[in-house]
Every structure is written in C-alpha cells, then in structure tokens.
C-alpha cells in the first residue's frame, strides 16, 4: 500500500498529538508537585472528559448493534478506535487511585469522618479500598466489553462469520445494561462523591448522556475531516451526516432534559442537603460558565440542528460538533471544579491537562485507525458503496 | 387574460394511469410539452410526483412562527400573572419563578405550532372544500384507493382544447375524461 | 413488513372492508356489550360520587391521593405508547410502525380521556374545573403557576389537542378512501364530512406529509414533557420517595413500557379477531417485546437508584421510607411489583418468548399489572407514613375506589370497539406505500 497525502497527514498528526501529550503532561507533572489539589482536580476534570468518547464509542458500538442503521456503519470504524482506547485510560487513572484520592476526596480523610456523622453512615461506601476495588472492576468490565466487540468485528470482517455478528449482538444487549449501572456508579464515585453529603439519583445518566454526545460529535468532527478526502468523500453521503446530525441534537435536547429536571427538582424541593450544589454552581463566579453551557451545550445547538439543510452541510455539522465537544470540557469543569463551594478560578493546569490527556488519547486513537481497513470491508459491499476497503 | 369560466366550459381533461412509474412518464410528457399547471392525483403521498410538479411548501417556517408565539404568550402570561398583575408570596419562590415557568411555556410553544401545523396545513390546501369538479368524473373514485390521475387543467397557460386530450390520449392512460366547471 | 402477494387495491379492499361490511361479528357485539355494562359501572360510581362527595374514596389523612392519582398515572403512561409508535418511530424510520399507528393512536386518545376523568372528578365539583384555566376574572386570582398540579393541566390537555389533530389528520386520506367506497348514503355523507373534501393532490400530499412530520416533531418532546410532569407531581414535593430526581427518565421510560403492554393486550386477540396476521405481523410483535424489554430495564435502573439513594442518602426518612416499601405494611405490593415489572420480563431476552404469541400475551398482562402496582407503591407508601408517626394509616380502595376505575375500563373498551367498527384500525393510506413496486417513501 502506497502511503497516500491522508495517510501522511494522519501521521503527522499522531506524532504532533503524542508529542504535546508528553510535553503537557511533564508540565503537569511540575503543576502537580508545586499544587497537587489543584492539580488532581484538573486532571480528573481532563479524565473525566476523555472518558467520555472512550467509553462512549463502546456504547454507542453496543447500541447500533442493537438498533442497526446506515448512520453506525458509516462511524463504526471510528469508534472502535476510540473504545480501544479504554486500556489507555485505565492506566491514567491510576495516579488518582495512588496519589489522587486524599486530595479529591474529603471523605477519604480520617478526621473528617470522624466529625460528620452522615460521612460515618456512608463510610461503608465510600472508603479507600472499596473505592479502588470498585474502579477497577468498571476498568475490568469496559475493557473486556471493547475487547469483545473488537475480536469479534475483525473476526467478521475476516471470514463474514454470521456467528461472531449475532454473538456480538447478544453481548451488546447486556454490555449496554453493564455499561449504564457501571458508568453511573462511577460516576457517583468519581464526581459526585466530591461533595459527599450531596446526592441526586439522576447524576449518572447525565454523565452517560453526555458521553454518548461527546463521542457523536467526535465521530463527526473526524468523519466531515476524512470525506474530504478520496475515497471516503464516495463513502459517507449527506444522508449519514443527516442521521448523525439528528442523533446529535437528541442526545443535546436529552442532556438538557436531564439537567432541568434536576434543576428544577432540587430548586423547587430547596432543601438544605441539595440546594448547596447548585448555590456553589451558579454563584461564587461560576455563574457565567453555567448560563455558558445553557447557550452553547444546549441553545445554540438546538437551534441551529432544528434546521434540516444545516444537518446535511457536512461543515456546519462539524462546527457545531465541535464546539459542543469543547463544551462537554466545560461541563465537567462546571461540575468538578466548584466542589465544596470553592470560588471562581482557572488554574493553567485545566488548560494543559485537557490538551495533555487529549494528545496522549488522539495519538492512540490514530494508532488504532491506521493499519486497518476504515470501514469494514464487509459493510462496504454490503452497502455496495466501494471495491475494496481503504486502508490509511 | 383567460376569461372567467361560465359553468360547463370545460376544466381541463383528467387522464388515469395504473402506477406511479406511468403517472411520472405522463408529466414529463406534459411537461416536454409546455404544461406547467398541472396537478397529480395519488392515493398516498409520493415524492417524485410533487418533486416532477415542483412544489414546496412553506409550512416549517409558519410552524416555527406558530411557536414562537406560543412560547412568548405561555410565558408572558405567567409573568404577567404572577409579577404584575397579583404579585403575592408563595411558599419564599420569587415572583418571577421561571424555572417552574418553563413547563408551561414549552407546552404552549408545542400546542401553537402543532396548531399551526394543522390548520396552516389545511388553510394552505384550500379544504375543507366538499365539492371540487374532479369528484363528477366517475373514475375519480379510484383516486383515493388505487389509481393515479393527471389532471391538465384550464388555467395552465398552454391549455388548448383539442391538443391536451390529443397530448393524453398518446400516453395510453387507462381513461381519459374532459372535467366540466359545475 | 407486510406479506408478499398485496397490491394497492387489495389492501384498500382488506382494510377498509372490516369498516364498511354490513354483517358484523357476534363477537365485536358480546365485547361492546362488556364494554357498555363496564361503562354502566362507571356511570354509578360517577353519579354516587357526585351525590354524596369524594369522601366515599377510601382517602384519609394522611393519604390524601389515592386510586384517583394511581389511575390517572396509570392511564396516562398508556397513552404514551400510541405517541411513541405514531411520532417516535416514524421520525426514526421505523417502516414496522404503519400497521400499529393508528390502532396505537385511537389508544392513547382514549387512554387520555379515562386518565382524565380522575383528576377532573378529584376536585370534588368538576363542573368548576374550568378554574383551573388562566382566564381574567372578577376575583383578579390566577391559578397557581409554580405548582405542578396546573403544569399537569396544561400538559395533559396540550398532549389530548395533539394527540387527537395527529390522529384525525393521519385519518382524513382514509376518509376519503370509505367515502368513495361506501354504498349506504348516510355513510358516504358521514366520511364524506370528515374527508374535508380530500381529493389526494399531490401539492396537497406535499403539505400534508411536512405537516405530518412536523406533528411527529412536535409530539415527540411532547409526549416527554407529559410524563416528565406527571413525575414532578411527585418529584418537586419533599416527600421521601417522590422527591428524586431520576422520577422523569424513569417515568418516561415507565409510560412507555406500560403503554407498550397494553398494545400488546389489545392487538394480539385484534389480529386474531380480524385476521390482521398479515398487518400485524409477528415481526411486529417481537419489535414491541424489545421496546418492553429495553423501557423495563430502564424502570429497573429507576428501582435501583431508588433504593441504592434512600441508603447513600443517609437521610433517615429516605431509608424508613425504602425499608417501609420493602418490608413494611405494602411489602406485598412492592416484591409484586418487582416480579411483574422486573424478573418476569426477563423473559423477553429468550427469543423463543418473543415470537411466541401466547407467552407475549400473558407477559403484556403481567407488565400492566406491574405498572399499577408501581403506582400504587410511589402514592401510598410516601403517603401513609409521612413525618409524623402518630399521623400514620393505611389505605386501601373502597368499592366506589374499585368501580370507577374498573368503569374506565369499560369506557376504554368501548371507545375502542366502536372505533375498530367505524374507523379504519390501519392506515390504509400508509399501507399502500408499503407495497412493493410503488414508489417507496424517501429518507424523511
């Protein structure tokens, strides 16, 4: 295979990516050294943002497994790539698990327990060991789930076993279940527990919610990138974008569905073991970031997918992509950051450890696109679309 | 400048044809031949057919009006109620409440738009219209079970009496009828 | 998704055939009779109310909401399905949806006027319900617009305005169609008013479908904000076990996989009845056992988090609430509930459960029941033990309780039967473009 100009560009893009994610990630290790709290909190922001089209490309994978339709074959390639990535981000979880959780977690502090009593009622949960236990076990389930979906594509896309198609189906159905009871319970674990006397039963489908539109978006971005190029400019058609596009603007109107409701549950309750999240969240100078994410995660998206002809345009789509991809970084640092009723602030490190992990994630994520065909070979004739699969 | 039709001129001729495949052929044939008023009969929604005659309709962009309006009358109305025209104190919530006035303004936005849609819809078709001369045509009966009908009306501006039936008769419709103004 | 062998002419005959026949099954008669006896009971319990107050509800202090709340839940959430087939699966290119729409939608018109009924014969003089509506008025008072009870008002009658333009105008194509083939005059006259003087032209079509879409656009986060309402009824109050903010995902969800049920209950004798094997196909049905299956595990989450929460909560009401659900005077009524709601559905991961008429049959059964129950779990258990030990009771339903919702029943099943009779229960219009060799409908 002769190296083609797209091939050379992803390239050149992957050791760029690498690079920056080493540079940024040494400055973050000087960050973490001179302030760790602030640095594990913008670290586990930046994790927590990456995880999102990780795991989000695996459920996303699951469900069109389920649900089939052109929209997923025209994407899968993508997001195999990016569920194969969960081993990635099970490493870089492990300095949170080493060094992170004193400076996270107040509930991981002995004398703190020892003067709250509700902090005692949930030290049954929320302690040490448990906590590292329970992390690893979502790694363990994520990381064999994309590993099953991996396997069993290449071993259909190699000898057309109907086989390895329906058994992926019949995992995709549980894995989908393991998935949302997982995600969520990590996300109580990783976020939530962060104000350990605040609680809200909807908090873990916000989180998978917007992991599924995190990954959407970048399956656009990156897609509008390669149908510029021959021959993925034949592959993905206006009506995939169409699809894709419609998808996107539902899990945008999902997200703030979810976010109201609990919004206006715990305003109207106004009771003084919830009201206190919001009040750190929309006063202290984090007000503007909140009404931010009103206009651009939700209002500006909406209005702009609402018009058919702006889903077809391949290039509006992906802006709007983008831009709703930068928002779910500032969502999650609307939720992380103001833990505790800390006031506004922006530290260097929530600039550079998005970037940092960002590198490292989009280098192995190329990694995981080149060398194999980008769309399965199998789907391609199915779909009568082209002779033979492109490779990068 | 036509005249203005008396009742019995002639309306125009109305051909019928078994599928959509032939209803298409006849249009592009009408079409070739300068007819540019046509209409099309079908007894369930085809996109060819109304993309052959060209139409588009403006539906959305009233529907969007038709919400927005709903939208600022749910929530003005709220707002006029509970901070102009009888403020009063419930339960500490501030007068101007609008997380709980969200409701009811996305329900109005949702009730004027699907309101539009339908009225607008019809108001837009001209029904309801009991009578049309099309229905005196016997065969027009199968319009809304399996038949497909032309229709080269009177008011297409390359209308000419013999040449329209001369014009449908060619494309071998399964019948073809002259349609009289009641 | 229809069987091989239609043409355009032969499903307008088979379709429109069950309307306009002159004989009708001894059957439809026997189901209209039950449903008419049922209505008989409604119309007792309606009128005793009336006369004497709702104080012959089983209600009490504490538990000031009862059957007449679990029903109109009940109810509500089944018409969800009718909008989730009709607008939802439409918008998602679900061709299977064409033979159930219709039949769905006429469910959910009805299944909105039962839930109707309850709220409106709550006020206790439903014939001042009307001041539940904003209007101007000598008193200068407006209704309470932070409260969910006046939300509910508007959202319930904004979803029976759409629900009921979306059925009527998925309707008028087929009006047209009995009025050009009924040969009894009053009958061409009747469907001849309701066609509207539908005459099938194509830029009418070309409107008509935009509207069409536009309604389905409409109605979809309609159909959300319906039930996301009814759940802030409970969820914006404090009361442990309603004040939880997962209450509208799982509500929603919880709608549609009662409303799911209930299609199912009522179009597998349909099919049978009419033999409408070839419209409503097995395929179908198993597409409607995923939904359950899919909308049952979301519920289950909703039943987890419930429980996971009363105890992460440490709030001592959240867990007395959840141990008193568990193994307090209702404990019956909620492992009922779990087992009809979350262990016996899943059953529906067994493909051979899926494609089995009768086992579909029994499971929609067990799934309605299982959503009352869950109802009747949320009203009463908050309720009859709130804050205060020494106001505490229990409830249970009157005879009175009973009969109006058993008489709802009945005026569901008669609006249906009569409907079944003189509407067409497909589409006929829809059908048609599922024929293969006309032209098929593009990506909407």
Known sequence: MNPTPLSENLGRIQRTALMVGVVGSLALLIGAFTSADQFFSSYMTAFLFWLGPTLGSLAIVMLHNMTGGAWGFAIRRLLEAGMRNVPLMGLLFVPILLFGIGHLYEWSHADVVAADAILQHKAAYLNRPFFTIRAVAYFAAWAFLAFAMVRLQARYDRHLEIGALRQMKSISGLGLVIYVLTMSFAAFDWGMSMEPHWFSTIYGLIFVVGQGLATLCLAVVVASRLARHEPFSRWFEPRHFHDLGNLVMAFVMLWAYMSFSQFLIIWSGNLPEEAPWYLHRIGHGWQALALLLVAFHFAVPFLVLLNRPAKRKMGVLAVICAGIFVMRYAELFWLIAPAGGAPFHISWMDVVAPIALGGLWISFFIRGLRGRPLVSLQDAKLLGKLEEAPIL | MKRRPKSGDSFGFLAEFAGTEELLEAIHACKAAG????????????????????????????????????GILGFGMQYFASVIHYPINVGGRPLNSWPSFIIITFEMTILFAALTAVFGMLLLNGLPRPHHPVFDVEEFEEASQSRFFLLVPWYDPSFDHDKVPALLESLSPLSLNEVHHP | MIAPGHSLGSVTDKISSIVLRRTTPRGWFIGLGIGLLLVGVLLTAIAELLFKGVGIWGLNNPVGWGFAIINFVWWIGIGHAGTLISAILLLFRQEWRTSINRFAEAMTIFAVMCAGLFPLLHVGRPWLAYWLLPYPNTMALWPQFRSPLLWDVFAVSTYATVSLLFWYIGLIPDFATLRDRAKAKPFKVIYGMLALGWRGAARHWERYETAYLLLAGLATPLVVSVHTV?????????????????????????????????????????????????????????????????????????????????????????????????????????????????????????????????????????????MWLERFVIVVTSLSNDFLPSAWDTYAGTRWDWMLYIGTIGLFLTLLFLFIRFLPMISIFEMRTMVPGTSKKEDA
Request: with cysteine; aromatic share 14%.
């Open chain 2, 35 to 70: 007819h540019t008023r046509m209409e099309a009969y079908t007894p369930m929604p085809v996109h060819e057919v109304w993309d052959a005659l060209g139409h588009k309709s403006h539906l959305p962009k009233l529907v969007l009006g038709g919400g927005i309006t709903g």
């Open chain 3, 230 to 370: 009814v759940s802030f009824d409970f969820a914006v109050g404090i009361i442990p076990g309603w004040h939880a903010t997962i209450m509208p995902p799982y509500f929603v969800a919880g709608a549609i996989y009662s409303g799911f049920a209930m299609v199912m209950t009522l179009a597998i004798p349909m099919r049978k009845a009419f033999g409408l094997e070839d419209f409503i196909t097995l395929r179908h049905l198993e597409n409607m056992a995923k939904v359950i299956l899919a909308t049952g595990l979301i519920v289950a989450y909703g039943y987890t988090m419930e429980a996971f929460f009363a105890w992460y909560s440490a709030n001592p009401f959240e867990s007395s609430m959840m141990s008193g659900r568990m193994f307090g005077h209702y404990a019956w009524a909620y492992w009922l509930l779990i087992a009809c709601n979350i262990v016996t559905p899943q059953l529906l991961w067994i493909k051979k459960v899926r494609t089995s008429v009768g086992a579909l049959f029994v499971l929609a059964l067990v799934v309605n029941i299982g």
